[in-house]
């Protein structure tokens, strides 16, 4: 039976599964143990957003004929990238009393799809003497989103048709997008990658090929000795700030919900639950890339198909930033990984002094839990399409499943 946390749920047992949504951008979702929850939890903990560019909070403007929506990207992309391709417009529109409007146009055979401009080759010379990072200016990242005057309108007549259309179509105001959370990604669906099928392009990879295995991994578990829990948080790309990301309190409250339904009350057990749990932050790893080999130490790093990769730390400028996971924890995690057959490997994010990363894995280890970076490799991490094994994402699943059993 799977149950929402509330005022009408009295105790839990063994079996139950129970979850709780947070303003429908992060949940956890739990599986009760037949041990005593202060005895610990297995924790996968994911992200579910992904790099991408938002609308802004005044974002309509006419300029030469065209309607374009201003925007300002998120998370850390190369904006050269997102120009000239398909883009679907996804989220919600919140009116003054409350109505939720759902906004979801471009993936739909027929829905129209949005983009960014750029010049043509004949007219570049100029742009093209840019760094790469300059190429493309942040706010120039603007969608293209109408160019049919209104009949009999003198003044901003392509934008008086775009809110016509809005209000006909969406009952949506000019100033409802002051209340409007609506996110520009890559239009179209995952696609089998290269002849042999063997990989996956899609958007948003990082970090939704790890938050669907680890939420397949606890559907899945029924009977379990510790109390199993997959955590999937918002805001990782942009520092896992927020009531929604890693770094807000949200979990804490729900693991004291649950402790609660399981007669413990006291803030002492909630501290030593924590302090007994494990943690698998499932997040994507840069994958060796054969045309990019010089920025990687080829002995640790992740190769696309050899399989779940544990990064001991990622960080950049010696470590910095991140969560060294301990020799004894990472020995534990080896010993379950090699007794149950799952294929894994080890890797840090590049050579050393190259760059590196960041997960929301420091953010868990803050508990006094044991937490490993557990994920899985992929190429063009952050683009609007990235690349993943199958080979890597059916192992991702197994040692999730096995680490909940398990560990
Ligand atoms: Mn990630
Ligand atoms: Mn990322």
């Given at each position: 039976m799977v149950l929402k946390i509330s005022k009408n749920l009295i105790s839990l047992k063994p079996g139950d599964k129970v979850y709780v949504n947070n303003r429908n951008k992060n949940m956890v979702l739990f599986v009760v143990g037949k041990n005593d929850i202060t005895k610990g939890l297995r924790v996968l903990g994911a992200h579910i957003d992904s790099p991408r560019i938002d609308i802004k909070q005044n974002p309509l403007y006419e300029k030469d004929g065209f309607v374009l929506l201003d925007t300002h990207y998120y998370g850390g992309i190369k904006k050269y990238q997102w120009v000239t391709i398909p883009l679907s417009m996804i989220g919600v529109v919140i009116k003054k009393d409350g109505t939720v409007i759902d906004i979801n146009i471009g993936e739909k055979d027929d829905d129209p799809v949005f983009g960014v401009s750029d010049l043509l080759p004949h007219l570049a010379a100029d742009q093209l003497k840019k760094t790469a990072s300059e190429v493309i200016a942040g706010e120039n990242l603007d969608l293209t989103f109408g160019s049919i005057p209104l009949k009999d309108e003198e003044k901003d007549c392509v934008k008086a048709n775009i809110l016509r259309l809005l209000k006909d179509?969406?009952?949506?105001?000019?100033?409802d997008f002051l209340s409007a959370e609506i996110e520009v990604v890559p239009s179209g669906k995952a696609r089998d990658y290269g002849l042999d099928k063997s990989m996956i392009l899609g958007y948003?990879?990082?970090?939704k090929c790890c938050a669907y295995t680890s939420l397949r991994a606890i559907l899945d578990?029924?009977?379990?000795d510790y109390t199993s829990c997959c955590l999937l948080v918002d805001k990782e790309e942009i520092g896992?700030?927020?009531?929604?990301?890693?770094?807000?309190v949200f979990f804490e409250n729900s693991v004291a919900e649950v402790l609660n339904l399981c007669n413990h009350t006291s803030y002492l057990d909630l501290k030593r639950t924590f302090t007994n749990s494990k943690v698998l932050s499932s997040d994507v790893s840069n994958g060796f890339d054969p045309l990019y080999?010089?920025?990687?130490?080829r002995k640790n790093s992740a190769f696309l198909g050899n399989g779940i990769v544990f990064n001991k730390y990622v960080g950049a400028r010696g470590k910095s930033s991140s969560n060294d996971a301990n020799a004894e924890y990472v020995a534990e995690i080896r010993k379950i990984m090699d007794e149950s057959d799952i294929y894994f490997q080890t890797a840090e994010?590049?050579?050393?002094?190259q760059g590196g990363g960041g997960t929301i894995s420091c953010y868990m280890a803050n508990y006094n839990m044991d937490v490993i970076d557990a994920g899985i490799p992929i190429l063009n991490m952050h683009a609007p399409y990235e690349v993943l094994s199958k080979v890597d994402l059916y192992e991702a699943y197994q040692a999730y499943k096995v680490f909940l059993q398990k560990a």
């Open positions: 179509q969406y009952d949506i105001e000019e100033e948003g990879h990082d970090d578990m029924n009977d379990v896992s700030m927020g009531a929604t990301g890693a770094q807000s080999p010089e920025v990687c130490e994010v590049g050579k050393v002094d």
